[in-house]
């Protein structure tokens, strides 16, 4: 009976290490939970063209559009955000303000989505020389707010 104790006790210690150990988590109230959860857009808000923040989440989406099309490019659209999410709906131009013309299909039809985690923006998804409106499912497969989409 006593080896059977000992056993429970063990167990009880180790289990009790387990969830002692630190993990990483975000306070409520803090400064961090603030700028996860409480964002700064409470509607659906077109980033303006000269904003940082526009320009900072079309740098994250660059280098995958420029390799696509071979040469630099520029974004002209829509590019609206809400809570943490940002969409962008447009074209891609390039250095001259043309249509950039991906492979393929031949376009310069550009779509991305972006989410703000703790570890700031990420790029959920994007698509560049696309024919159709394949991202109306975009809310349903990554749970964005539909409100971006109208």
């Given amino acids: 009976m006593n080896a059977l104790l000992f056993r429970f ?6 289990a009790g ?3 002692a150990a630190e993990l990483p988590t975000v306070a409520p109230g803090s400064e961090e939970w603030k700028a996860i959860y409480d964002p700064a857009f409470e509607k659906p808000t ?7 923040l ?14 696509l099309a071979g040469a630099p490019v520029k ?11 940002a969409f962008f709906s447009g ?10 013309q991906y492979p393929e ?4 039809d550009t779509v991305a989505l972006w ?29 964005m707010p539909a409100e971006l989409l109208k």
């Fill in 46 to 52: 077109e980033l303006p063209g000269d904003s940082e």
């Fill in 115 to 143: 989410l703000r985690t703790q570890d700031g923006w990420k790029v959920v998804d994007f698509a560049a020389g696309h024919s159709d409106a394949f991202f109306i499912i975009w809310p349903e497969q990554y749970g």
């Fill in 9 to 14: 006790a063990v167990a009880c210690c180790f």
């Fill in 91 to 100: 074209n891609s131009l390039d250095a001259n303000g043309k249509p950039v």
């Fill in 54 to 67: 526009r320009r900072d989440l079309f740098d994250l989406i660059r280098p995958k559009a420029e390799k």
């Fill in 17 to 19: 290490l387990l969830t």
């Fill in 105 to 108: 299909l031949q376009n310069s």
């Fill in 75 to 85: 974004f002209q659209g829509n590019l609206r955000v809400y809570r943490n999410w």
